[in-house]
């Protein structure tokens, strides 16, 4: 669709309305981009069809900027969702979509990120089936904020548990860590690094649908460490499950100038958000396979093995440093604070 | 006829009293018994009404040397005859209430004796008596008896069971009794376990060998590994620096004698005292003032100042005997882990470090780094850099009402915890940084043996309020678990109480000035607090002033690195940036200045701050260097050439800014280094004396990291005069170590409540 064509510059608080330019924008840009037959029964909701066990998901997407390096807000939407649903061992079908716009957003950038969910979801095989949109007064939003909910067919070999996890259990990782967090917090901040740090937003449904199909129930857990980063993901596992979880630093997989980035702005990479990455706890006699079949694909090409669940310090993340000696790994407790005396 | 029972509690047991009593006992014709129970040592005593009073007497005066006693009570009771006097075993421990008992450094007759060929324990190198050995290194539970320590694995040889039994005998009832037939035995490997020698005659020799041929020897010492070298040689000692992972920081040296120490160094009486305690810690000495020394540049680096200490062990004094000549003498450990204990343990993580490793088959229980102390130049004040072994885990305060059991937490960087289950306050030695694994692990045991000992679990559980405290986080765990109380006390409160608490200051009537000083501290408003002044008086503590907020950058990263506080102190512009920040970084450090929601009143980062734009360090290797480098410019001062830099409290601020200009305006003036850092911590002294008599307070306490600086000590020491009166930390270090105390004491006083 052009964008020029649509006839207001910026949302206003009438598209909220409800009436007539509510349906504008509505017909003007919704529907028309998705166009499907679901979404064109035009019903207050959505009647589909799904098979066996369903997996479902909500994620509310608040992100500034909302056009970031390796995005935007409504590719977020999309494989935010999308992963969490695969997390569950399912296969996404179905997505539904809301926003909340802030008076005064560019028509041409809410376009733009309506035609990226589009291309998003078609890329992660989902549909959008039902959806909403409300306009908010000039303040009372950031631009806009999106929430998705996804809706999923649990495959059938999944046995996604954590109560299946035991002492000997392989963590792996899919790929480089902290992607995401750098590429905003550089971009919000104004921060300029050598070259630019990408968000690795991404959809990992794909590659986790082959590894149950592959592995079934070898796989036990499946988790995207989003907020908090890798850290605070590790120490749920270990508190909620009460295993000991040991990993190696110089097994973490970071790109190099992310690392460089963190260590100037004093950040641990293990906190730093992710949006493309999981964390598979599996069956240790499946290692190398599991870590072959990733890095076939895309989204695992940096696939490793971090750690294993042990029996030592319960309840606790334990890392080995890379200069000997080991560490606690805790999860993130609201913002970073020097502790240093 | 008459028969009392005595109760003598304070550090009674482990220290000879029992034989000590029952000699008095012998020498006075009183019959009855000796025993340790949970309160110290009870004592039953018939005589004529004459004879058990002057026996009381005695007791109290001419009590053992290394016993403190602290209570004690007679009453008559009445009693069938007693034939005899004897000792007679330990009731059963539970409501302990005594002191526990330190680490004793080795006497001068068990010295004499293992130097001494015609002795039985000539070269035995774990002999030791009541008067010397070690006690809460060994103990597992108390009261202080042989078969609860870990030596009771080793049976006593007839020779020994003698000696035990015999009134007469310098070891009777000497719990620690163990000699070269029966005791612990010691064996020299390489660090492929290959068996060098296990002849105590001859192990030292060989050992004195192998150090001269740059070997670095793990030594196995009765409360922990430490790792020697021949601090005469500069390859060895830089070999020793690379596979520590440890650039810079300061090695501690071992000198065989004190004698030998005064041919290298000139050290004044103060500081011999210190060395030769029985607690032998590591002394700091400033080395200034020298003879020719031996001791290679690599030892510490860039320092005036040097520690050193003296043969604490008879395994050491043996070692001793043998050199002539300084060694390395650091703690066995991998940085920043703790220090080891366990021979398998440090086998497997010394291995790439030591050559060989001298390993005996006494357990450890409880493993302690050195104690480090140092007297400042000009007015002998004395500060504890760390309280370990020799000190630990006694604690000597004031008496104060304690219905409720509680343990405190304390900080993170510098940890240990603080328990009080009766009557006493028992304080863990040094745990180190609970970032590592190894140190939160023993974190942990020190908790539980706490509670083991005293076999109670707090009522009250006390922590900072920094939420990501490992420590806050473990507290938090540990009330959940056994359903105590929890409470979070404010860092800099903690710091101030533990002053007030040493110095029985919480019923003062007068006001006193807290000055608490530090790097970081989580403040009440959500700031990282470090340049506080309180005013303490009938309960109440309050904050009254503090360093301008300026902005904290990068996380845990500004405290490693000076430079960043000079960032956020100086107009990045000034062209002394542009040396210390590459055109990126000061982009970035720009921009995050500019954004920066998170303040601090640190002076910590004033110091680091001043010695960075000195370009004396703009970014440490180890804990404290700018500030101990900044510290070591100084030679000598003379106040009346000192400027303050600001009449900061002019207009009720107390600004960094300010300082940092002044000292600018004074580099720009060709002024030289250290008359410059004498101006800044002249500035310093002056403005706590400012704030005194701005707010109309004589006393003056002062806590935190900053006051081991000892010019700073020395200078407002003598700005004070008698005019004011001065605090210090006395039996703490003025650092982290002392917020557990601090917490406790906080809370049992109803601080602010
Ligand atoms: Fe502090
Ligand atoms: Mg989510
Ligand atoms: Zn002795
Ligand atoms: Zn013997």
């Known amino acids: 669709m052009d964008k020029k064509q649509y006839k207001f510059d910026k949302i206003n608080l009438g598209h909220g309305s409800g009436g007539i330019m509510t349906r504008e924008l509505l017909d003007g840009i919704i529907f028309k981009t998705f166009d499907n037959p679901y979404l064109n029964q035009k019903h207050d909701g959505s009647i589909v069809k799904i098979k066996g066990e369903v997996a479902i998901s909500t994620d509310s997407f608040v992100v500034s900027p909302i056009f970031f390096k390796g995005g935007n807000i409504g590719e977020l939407a999309v494989n935010g969702t999308v992963n969490d649903v695969a997390m569950c061992g399912a296969i996404p079908k179905y997505l539904s979509l809301a926003f909340i716009v802030e008076e005064g957003l560019g028509a041409n950038e809410f376009i733009e990120i309506v035609e990226t969910i589009k291309v998003t979801s078609d890329k992660c095989g989902v549909k959008i089936i039902t959806g909403d949109t409300k306009v908010v007064e000039r303040g009372k939003g950031d631009k806009i904020f999106i929430n998705t909910t996804g809706f999923g067919e649990v495959h059938p070999k999944a046995e996604i548990s954590s109560d299946r996890i035991k002492e000997g259990d392989k963590i792996i990782v899919s790929g480089y860590i902290a992607q995401h967090g750098m590429a905003i917090m550089s971009q919000r901040e104004g921060l300029e690094f050598e070259s630019t740090i990408e968000s690795d937003t991404t959809n990992l449904n794909f590659i986790i649908e082959s590894l149950l199909n592959n592995f079934g129930n070898k796989i036990k857990l499946l988790r995207d460490p989003t907020r908090g980063g890798l850290a605070s993901t590790l120490s749920e596992i270990a508190t909620d499950t009460n295993n000991g979880i040991l990993i190696h630093e110089n097994k973490i997989p970071l790109e190099r100038q992310v690392a460089a980035a963190c260590e100037i702005l004093g950040l641990d990479p293990l906190y730093v958000a992710n949006e493309g990455v999981f964390v598979a706890i599996i069956d240790k006699d499946v290692e190398t396979e599991v870590i072959d079949l990733m890095k076939k694909d895309s989204k695992g090409l940096n696939a490793i093995c971090i750690g294993q669940i042990t029996n030592d310090h319960r309840g606790k993340v334990v890392m080995q440093s890379g200069i000997g000696g080991k560490r606690i790994v805790t999860p993130l407790i609201g913002e970073h604070l020097p502790r240093i005396c | ?753």
């Open chain 2, 1 to 753: 006829m008459q028969t009392v029972k005595i109760v003598i509690s304070g550090q009674v047991q482990g220290v000879g009293f029992r034989p000590f009593v029952f000699n008095l006992a012998e020498m006075l014709d009183v019959n009855g018994t000796v025993s340790n129970n949970e309160e110290g040592v009870i004592i039953f005593a018939q005589a004529s009404k004459e004879i058990v009073d002057s026996f009381y007497k005695a007791l109290l005066k001419e009590a053992p040397i290394l016993s403190k006693i602290d209570k004690h009570y007679i009453t008559e009771v009445n009693h069938k005859k007693f034939k005899d006097f004897k000792i007679i075993p330990s009731e059963n421990a539970s409501g302990l209430n005594l002191q526990l008992t330190p680490d004793f450094g080795i006497c001068d007759k068990c010295k004499n004796e293992i130097n001494d060929p015609k002795n039985a324990r000539y070269n035995y190198p774990f002999t030791t008596c009541v008067h010397c050995g070690p006690r809460w290194a060994i103990t597992k539970t108390f009261p202080f008896e042989r078969h609860h320590t870990s030596i009771d694995e080793f049976k006593m040889c007839q020779a020994c069971e003698n000696e035990y039994s015999d009134p007469r005998n310098r070891r009777f009832h000497s719990q620690t009794n163990s000699c070269g037939e029966c005791g612990i035995q010691l064996k020299l490997i390489d660090n492929e376990s290959e068996l060098v020698s296990t002849n105590n005659a001859l192990i030292f020799n060989t050992i004195h060998r192998l150090l001269i041929e740059e070997s670095i020897i793990a030594i196995k010492n009765t409360s922990g590994f430490l790792l020697c070298c021949d601090a005469r040689n500069d390859n060895v000692v830089r070999k020793l620096r690379q596979k520590k992972n440890r650039p810079e920081k300061p090695f501690a040296l071992l000198y065989p004698s004190v004698e030998k120490l005064k041919t290298h160094f000139s050290i004044n009486l103060d500081i011999e005292k210190e060395l030769t305690a029985v607690e032998r810690p590591i002394v700091i000495i400033p080395t200034s003032i020298k003879n020719k020394t031996p001791i290679a540049s690599s030892v510490a680096p860039g320092l005036n100042q040097l520690g050193v200490m003296l043969p604490n062990s008879p395994l050491l004094q043996l070692l001793a005997n043998e050199i002539d000549f300084p060694i390395v003498a650091t703690s066995g450990n991998i940085s920043g882990s703790p220090v080891l204990s366990d021979n398998l343990e440090a086998l497997e993580l010394l291995g790439s470090i030591a050559d060989y490793f001298l390993l005996h088959n006494l357990k450890i229980e409880h493993p302690q780094d050195d104690s480090v102390i140092k007297v400042s130049n000009n007015s002998n004040e004395r500060v504890l850099f760390r309280r370990s072994r020799g000190f630990a885990p006694n604690y000597y305060a004031p008496k104060i009402e304690n219905k409720k059991n509680v343990m405190a937490m304390g900080a993170h960087l510098k940890s240990t915890i603080s328990y009080m289950p009766n009557d006493y306050i028992y304080i863990s030695q040094y745990l180190g940084h609970l970032d590592n694994y190894g140190v939160y692990e023993r974190f942990g045991k020190e908790s539980s043996s706490f509670m083991n000992i005293f076999q109670q679990k707090p009522a009250v559980v006390l922590v900072d309020k920094h939420p990501s405290y490992q420590s806050t986080l473990f507290g938090k765990e540990l009330a959940e678990s056994i359903g105590a109380e929890f409470q979070e006390i404010q860092h800099h409160k903690a710091h101030f109480a533990s002053i007030l608490a040493e110095h029985s200051l919480f019923t003062s009537p007068k006001e006193i000035l807290g000055v608490v000083w530090d790097g970081t501290g989580f403040g009440n408003d959500h700031q990282i607090w470090g340049g506080e002044f309180f005013k303490y008086h009938n309960g109440k503590m309050q904050r009254i002033a503090h360093f301008d907020y300026y902005d904290w950058l990068a996380g845990d990263k500004m405290a490693k690195e000076p430079r960043l506080s000079l960032f956020s102190l100086v107009d990045e512009v000034a062209s002394i940036m542009t040396k210390k920040f590459n055109p990126k970084e000061t982009k970035i450090y720009k921009e995050l200045k500019k954004k920066n929601k998170l303040k601090t009143s640190s002076v910590g980062r004033l110091f680091d701050a001043v010695a960075s734009l000195l370009d004396i360090c703009d970014i440490n290797t180890y804990e404290g260097e700018a500030a101990i480098k900044l510290e070591n410019h100084v030679l000598g001062y003379d106040l009346k050439k000192c400027n303050s830099y600001a009449s900061v409290f002019g207009n009720d601020h107390l600004s960094a800014n300010a300082i940092i200009n002044g000292v600018q305006s004074d580099i720009d003036s060709g002024i030289e280094k250290p008359q410059i850092i004498c101006n800044f911590l002249f500035t310093l002294a002056k403005l706590i004396i400012d704030v005194a008599n701005h707010n109309g307070i004589k006393s003056i306490a002062c806590s935190g990291g900053v006051f081991q600086n000892t010019v700073l000590l020395d200078m407002l020491k003598e700005i004070a005069g008698n005019e004011y009166e001065l605090f210090f930390n006395r039996n703490l270090s003025p650092n982290d170590e002392n917020i557990s105390l601090g917490q406790i004491m906080y809370y049992l006083n109803g601080v602010d409540s």
